[in-house]
Structures are given as C-alpha cells and as structure tokens.
C-alpha cells in the first residue's frame, strides 16, 4: 500500500475509495456491489480498527440460525486456545482480563496494557458502571506505549479505524507478520498474483499445487507437503 498523505484523508479513503479495489460484484440479486475491501499486502488489516476479540466457547457449538443450523464444529475453544494466546503476542493486542462478561477462559492476562479511553468514553465508562453494567476495554492490536511516549509507534491521531496508518503504528498482517520474514533468503513476496484454483491429492484432502493469474499469465506452484519434508 502507498505511504502518502492521503493515507489520512477522509475525502480520499471514504468519499474516493482510494485504497478499494474497483472490482463490481454481484448480489443475491444480480445487482452491483462495489465491495469496500483492498487487495494490498495485509489485506484488510491494513485499514481494520485493530479490535481482535476471540471466539465465544458457544461459537464452536452447534447454533440455530433464520436461515437454519450451523453445525458443531469437530474442535472446540480449547483447542484453539494456545493458538489465540500466540496471535495475540504476534499482534501486540492490548487488553484487560476479567473485565468482559462474555470472555472466554484464559491462561494469563494480555502481555500489553489496555488502551485508555478517551475522556468522554472514559465518563460513559463509569455512567454505565453506575448503572450496574460491565464495559470493558477493547482488545486492540496496536503499537501504543502509554508509559513512554518516546518509545511509541502510535500518537492516537483521530484517523484509525478505516483509515491507512501513515507511521505503520498498527499491528497488522502485512507490519508484523510479512515484513519480518522478507530478509529471509527463501522467502518471496508475488504481489498481484490472483488465485484461481487449488489443486489437490487423489484423497482430496491435501492442497498439491496452487494455480494463480500473474499479469494475464496462468502460473502453478506446488506445494510441499509436512509428510515429504519429514522424510527428507
């Protein structure tokens, strides 16, 4: 994505949609869609708001739904649970345990600090405490040290959540988990590169070789499976 000015433009992020593809879709219906998401590096994290909450142990039950059942799926909130501490770490989110009602279990607090509320969210804060509610402070994935405002990345401008992030302050797919491995001597990045279908093994149950649209080019890449790496 561009690092420019216009990275904290509201004219040219919303009203001119400069960082969406200009792809047109099609509803339910036939009729266009102009979807408000980019095919940057990073993708969408790269203008998301950074809020990173877990699923809810019932999400991984079975749940009725107008349109009809979702299934239970085979694994549940458990299992997921090192991997969400994990992307947690990776993604600097900060928080506060024990404050969300809803929160499912953890092994440990957040490693960073929540972020302060604003002045005027801080006096709902305490107007929905009064009133024997629980609010709570967002997990978010953002560079911020509050203690030191030397040492921090982010400076709490007012264009965050929808909006590119000039100084790379928020902790995104592309800044903290493509970047870092881009030194790397077996590591390549092919950007503008459409995936058009996975190719899979006899069994179906393994991807084999991914087939993608490089400049009006078909281009096939095989993929290396754990099984064969073990045996070398």
């Not at 405490?129 to 400076?155: M, R, T, W």
Request: glycine share 8%; hydrophobic share 35%; net charge negative.
């Amino acid at each position: 994505m561009p690092k420019e000015k216009a990275n904290w433009s509201t004219d040219a992020v919303f009203r001119d949609g400069r960082y969406q593809t200009k792809e047109i879709w099609a509803d339910s219906n036939g009729q266009d869609i102009h979807p408000g998401i980019g095919y940057w590096v990073g993708g969408n994290t790269k203008v998301y708001g950074g809020a990173l909450f877990r699923l809810r142990e019932k999400d991984f039950d079975e749940v009725k739904l107008h349109e009809g059942i979702s299934p239970a799926w085979p694994l549940k909130y458990s299992d997921f649970a090192p991997y969400y501490d994990a992307a947690e770490a990776l993604y600097q989110v900060h928080g506060k345990q024990g404050l969300d009602p809803t929160e499912p279990p953890r092994h440990s607090d957040y490693l960073y600090p929540p972020v302060s509320h604003e002045p005027r969210i801080a006096e709902l804060d305490k107007a929905f405490q009064a009133k024997g509610l629980h609010p709570f402070y967002l997990p978010l994935s953002v560079k911020l040290n509050e203690k030191d405002a030397f040492l921090s990345e982010c400076i709490r401008c007012n264009t965050c959540d929808g909006f590119p992030c000039f100084i790379d302050a928020k902790s995104d797919a592309d800044v903290n988990c493509i970047r870092p491995t881009m030194g790397n001597a077996n590591v390549r990045l092919l950007t503008e590169a459409k995936v058009t279908k996975l190719h899979t093994s006899h069994s179906g149950r393994e991807i084999t070789t991914v087939e993608a649209e490089i400049k009006g080019e078909k281009q096939f890449f095989r993929v290396m499976l754990l099984s064969s790496l073990a045996g070398r």
